[in-house]
């Protein structure tokens, strides 16, 4: 897995010629209390813990493994989730062009944070994709490293299972991402004795965090802003 055959965990080419700083604590910065409370409305309204209650069953994928595109962006509603929601002051957004998604914005240290990320509205019913091996994403990042996050139950707080994965300044690149290789985790923290179900995906989400697993920095993270745009997300079989 990784970008165009590259193992995740291998720096993209871009890094060496850009710098790359060690994460440092910003200064402390007044919490957005109602925009946190915004996302939490956006993510549990009581529409969608309503659309949630008794699906019981997934849904097939589309044939041709399609999970989202800007062509198609009603395959999925996406909205930010950033550390604000733990008291941090990154901020982010997730708009679709005629061409792409764009996740961007701004990542910051400050207030014990340092993520940002979008999600996506759970899907109701959940994705059946047992016919395929992981998924694929068309994106044109910044040299950030990144991580593609998918969730098997409608937990909020339950496994999130991650794939990190580097990107090359303003290059386009194909990133293969097997569900063999992602890794369970609760807070960046690896878990173990569990698998991931296929024939429940609920959401996907992507992160760009100062932590790999386990307390391990992210070798590329730097404050600052930041940009990655999708083309789409793909199942291959």
Same mark, same amino acid.
């Not at 996406?78 to 941090?88: A, C, K, N, T």
């Not at 959940?126 to 998918?150: E, Q």
């Not at 790999?212 to 079989?237: H, K, M, Q, S």
């Given at each position: ?34 925009? *946190?409370?915004?996302?939490? %409305?956006? /993510? ?6 309503? =659309?949630?209650? #008794? !699906?019981? @069953? ?57 993520? *940002?990320?979008?999600?996506? %509205?759970? /899907? ?6 047992? =016919?395929?091996? #992981? !998924?694929? @994403? ?78 391990? @920095? ?20």
């Amino acid at each position: 897995g990784g970008v165009d055959g590259l193992a995740p965990s291998r720096p993209a080419k871009s890094y060496f010629a850009r710098s790359v700083a060690t994460p440092q604590m910003q200064m402390p910065q007044p919490w957005d209390a109602p925009r *946190a409370l915004r996302t939490a %409305l956006f /993510f549990n309204s009581p529409a969608q813990v309503l =659309s949630r209650m #008794g !699906l019981g @069953l997934s849904k097939p994928t589309r044939p041709d493994g399609l999970v989202w595109s800007a062509e198609r962006p009603d395959l999925a509603t996406w909205g930010p989730l950033d550390d604000v929601v733990m008291g941090g002051a990154s901020t982010s957004s997730f708009t679709v062009s005629a061409s792409c998604g764009i996740f961007s914005g701004t990542v910051t240290t400050a207030n014990n944070g340092g993520f *940002a990320g979008c999600r996506t %509205l759970p /899907f109701a019913p959940a994705l059946r994709l047992t =016919s395929f091996r #992981g !998924l694929c @994403l068309r994106v044109r990042g910044d040299g950030n490293r990144y991580k593609l996050i998918v969730r098997d139950d409608y937990e909020w707080n339950g496994v999130a299972w991650a794939f990190s994965f580097d990107t090359r300044d303003a290059e386009w690149v194909s990133v293969d991402a097997p569900f063999t290789e992602f890794v369970p985790t609760r807070f960046a923290r690896k878990i173990k004795g569990v698998n991931l179900k296929r024939d429940s995906v609920t959401t996907l989400q992507l992160t760009l965090s100062k932590f790999e697993y386990d307390g391990a @920095l992210n070798p590329a993270f730097r404050t600052g802003a930041f940009r990655l745009e999708i083309e789409e997300v793909r199942a291959f079989a």
